[in-house]
């Protein structure tokens, strides 16, 4: 039986707006790096969008990991995303918590802009009013290398947020920009929650008291994250079972554990995924083994990313997936106003907190 999730507010904490299925998006799923001109905004994505019922995405632009000039890719990028959303009636750019409920008020898609890594600030903690001024809404601080700012969540030596990161979350607070700390170390993650005058947010992630992977956070990481006031969701990624085989049983287990160390009003999903599902998982098994290695031998894989393992819930995939994850909440026994807020309230909410009504 199918839960009515058509009233509710849907945000993708970190997801993808992209048609696998494409030939440029395809051809791009095998390069090191997808960038932001590589994806594939046509018709069918947008349908689907719709259709799944998501009222916005937090979608990562700018540098990542690469042979890419940081700060020069990261303002292309930006361009990138201007001209798709000048382009395309379907979408708006999100700016403020208020922009999420106009957006599902006009039946639109909410595009959030998000970074995955703060190497393009360089040393200059001044960029990030540049940043924000041009819509930037959430920084991460690091990939899984380290950076300049603090270590990730594969850095060997777990050394926690450098004086300099502590100068850029400074900068990050004074712009009124999310501070997330998603692939971060475990030092860094705590560390850079501690000293955040505002609330900060762990936008996709999993539960390490349930699988022991670094790209999980512990209940202590949760925890302080939560009881500052922030938001915690949780991804839809092979990292949710120890066997690499992640199901929907377990994004549900995983939800479940935060919600229990959280609170029910701190926790919410951030797929890491698109919406519109791959067609044909054969041929995509294929190109993913040449991705996996070439992370991997770039040093920017996370430990369990593997070429035998989906980076996707294989069972909660496509424009049914927000849906199907309220119908197993459902049956799991949490009551609507609980399944309304990790679907999408309590990210809203966490957002007036940071970029205002």
């Not at 960029?127 to 380290?146: D, E, K, S």
């Not at 594969?154 to 050394?159: E, I, K, L, S, T």
């Not at 790209?215 to 839809?236: H, M, W």
């Not at 044909?280 to 040093?299: E, F, I, K, T």
């Amino acid at each position: 039986m199918s839960v009515d999730i058509s009233g509710y507010l849907v945000v993708n904490a970190l997801g993808v707006l992209d048609n696998p299925n494409a030939a440029a998006s395809a051809d791009a799923a095998g390069a090191l790096v997808q960038t932001s001109d590589q994806l594939t905004i046509d018709e069918r994505t947008l349908a689907d969008a719709h259709a799944s019922g998501v009222t916005a995405i937090n979608v990562t632009l700018g540098y990542t990991m690469g042979d890419f000039p940081p700060y020069e890719h990261t303002l292309r990028e930006l361009d990138t995303w201007d001209a798709i959303i000048r382009d395309h009636d379907d979408l708006m750019r999100v700016d403020t918590a208020e922009d999420l409920a106009e957006a599902k008020r006009q039946g639109r898609i909410g595009i959030i802009y998000g970074f995955q890594n703060a190497a393009a600030v360089d040393d200059r903690p001044g960029r990030i009013a540049t940043f924000a001024g041009r819509g930037v809404r959430v920084i991460q601080l690091t990939y899984n290398q380290a950076n300049q700012l603090g270590d990730g969540s594969m850095a060997p030596g777990n050394r926690g947020l450098t004086p300099l990161g502590r100068q850029v979350v400074e900068a990050l607070n004074e712009h009124r920009v999310m501070v997330d700390l998603s692939h971060s170390g475990e030092r860094t993650c705590l560390e850079a929650a501690r000293v955040s005058e505002q609330p900060v947010s762990i936008n996709h992630t999993g539960c390490r008291a349930l699988v022991d992977l670094p790209r999980n956070k512990t209940d202590e990481e949760l925890r302080l994250v939560a009881s500052r006031g922030g938001f915690v969701g949780i991804y839809f990624m092979p990292f949710l079972n120890a066997t690499g085989h992640a199901a929907a049983a377990d994004v549900v287990e995983h939800i479940a554990h935060a919600v229990n160390v959280c609170g029910e009003d701190h926790v919410g999903i951030g797929t890491d995924g698109t919406i519109t599902a791959i067609d044909d998982l054969d041929a995509y098994r294929d190109r993913l083994a040449d991705q996996v290695a070439r992370r991997q031998a770039a040093g920017a894989a996370a430990a369990g990313e593997r070429s035998d393992t989906y980076p996707f819930v294989v069972d909660l995939r496509g424009v049914e997936q927000f849906r199907e994850l309220a119908r197993l909440l459902d049956e799991r026994g949490y009551s609507s106003t609980r399944i309304e807020k990790i679907l999408g309230l309590n990210f809203k909410t966490y957002a007036k907190e940071i970029w205002g009504s």
